[in-house]
């Protein structure tokens, strides 16, 4: 008898990724996505020169800096941005804490943080883990292959709306 192995694929959630190129609208989507209740997740929001963001938790409402090209004590550099830990690690706490009672999960977005192994990574993988779920996670085009081998994707995507 052949040995059958588990895979998180085996995962029965819908997973939508919405894929453009930076200033394509993927956050736009997904601030207007009519998402079942109740829901959770973030969204991110910006300055008009794009110098400054924010992070917005969709299950409680609060938002919180998450990079600035200002220098930000106690922050990462990363690129021209300094970006603070502590806000992902409490956008991860609320988005793991808010999973098992929501039927929809959001992510914007999934990029070059989380394939280096922090930033949204952990809540991410645990949305993928997690039954029953609807998942939308915003991915920049030019970085869509790199996500999916990342993240072992290929085989778990229900739709990839190209925006």
């Known amino acids: 008898m052949p040995l ?31 998402l079942p209740s109740p829901h959770c997740g973030v969204v991110t929001s910006s300055n008009i020169e794009k110098t400054i963001y924010h992070i917005k ?13 200002a220098y930000l004590p106690n922050a990462r550099r990363f690129g021209r941005f300094f970006v603070l830990e502590e806000t992902f690690d409490w956008a991860n706490e609320r988005i793991i804490s808010n ?17 280096e192994g922090w930033g949204l990574k952990s809540s991410f993988l645990k949305a993928l883990r997690t039954p029953a779920i609807e998942i939308y996670a915003a991915v920049r085009d030019t970085l869509l292959d790199q996500v999916l081998k990342t993240f072992d994707l290929e085989e778990r995507i229900a739709r990839i709306m190209h925006l």
Not at 57 to 69: C, M, P, T, V, Y
Not at 99 to 115: C, H, M, N, Q
Request: glycine letters at 10%; charged letters at 25%.
């Open 4 to 34: 059958m192995s588990c895979r998180t694929s085996s995962v029965f959630n819908k997973l939508t990724l919405i894929v453009s190129p930076i200033g394509g609208g993927k956050t736009r989507y997904l601030s207007n996505l009519n």
């Open 57 to 69: 938790d969709l299950a409680g409402g609060e938002e919180r800096l998450l990079l600035s090209e």
């Open 99 to 115: 999973l098992e009672a929501s039927k929809a999960v959001v992510f914007d977005e999934i990029g070059r943080i989380e394939i």
